[in-house]
């Protein structure tokens, strides 16, 4: 399923719990907690939500982009060297062990190097333009050759100079699964 949709991905969210929060006034990729220089939530604060339109769950959570280069939609997240809520997408700068242990966050807006927002991390992505990131599903996911419809689990894995998803081996921490064809 080279190319998958986020649509058809389910996400685990295996990050710590933050505080729960409620949903940006603007949306999650809107102006007043996306993409600024001072953060207007606490670092790892979630939002859990109910998607009317996609009928599931998903959470997000409020995180700071250190990667050298700024975020596209759908980028594929993992936290950095520094610090657990500060993520990057080159596999190189970011912690083993948080990728072993299954630490994932897709981004929802374009974010510049050392920016702060919201990154789904579990459930499938919000598709209700309310919340702002209806893009988000369907924007094509990096994936290895191996993924197929159905995928008992997904794990993160090194593309060069990107993290990707792949079919999961069980020596790492799934991070989600995929659910359907895309059409």
């Not at 939500?49 to 250190?66: G, H, P, R, S, V």
């Not at 924007?139 to 993290?163: K, P, Y």
């Amino acid at each position: 399923m080279a190319g998958c949709t986020a649509s058809s991905v389910l996400l685990y969210d295996n990050w710590p719990a933050g505080p729960l929060v409620d949903p940006p006034p603007d949306g999650f990729d809107g102006a007043y907690s996306t993409d600024v220089t001072t953060p207007r939530y606490q670092l790892g604060a979630k939002c859990v939500q109910w998607d009317e339109t996609a009928a599931c769950w998903f959470t997000m959570i409020y995180l700071k982009n250190t990667g050298a280069g700024s975020t596209a939609v759908g980028t594929i997240c993992g936290p950095d060297l520094t610090a657990l809520y500060h993520v990057d997408s080159d596999p190189d700068s970011t912690v083993d062990f948080c990728i072993a242990h299954g630490f994932c966050a897709v981004a929802v807006a374009v974010l510049a190097t050392n920016d702060y927002g919201w990154f789904w991390c579990g459930g499938f992505p919000p598709q209700d333009s309310k919340y702002g990131c209806s893009t988000l599903a369907a924007t094509s996911l990096a994936t290895g050759g191996g993924v197929d419809d159905g995928d008992a689990g997904l794990m993160l894995s090194d593309a060069g100079d990107t993290l990707q998803f792949d079919t999961w081996t069980g020596d790492l921490r799934p991070v989600g699964c995929t659910m359907k064809t895309d059409e």
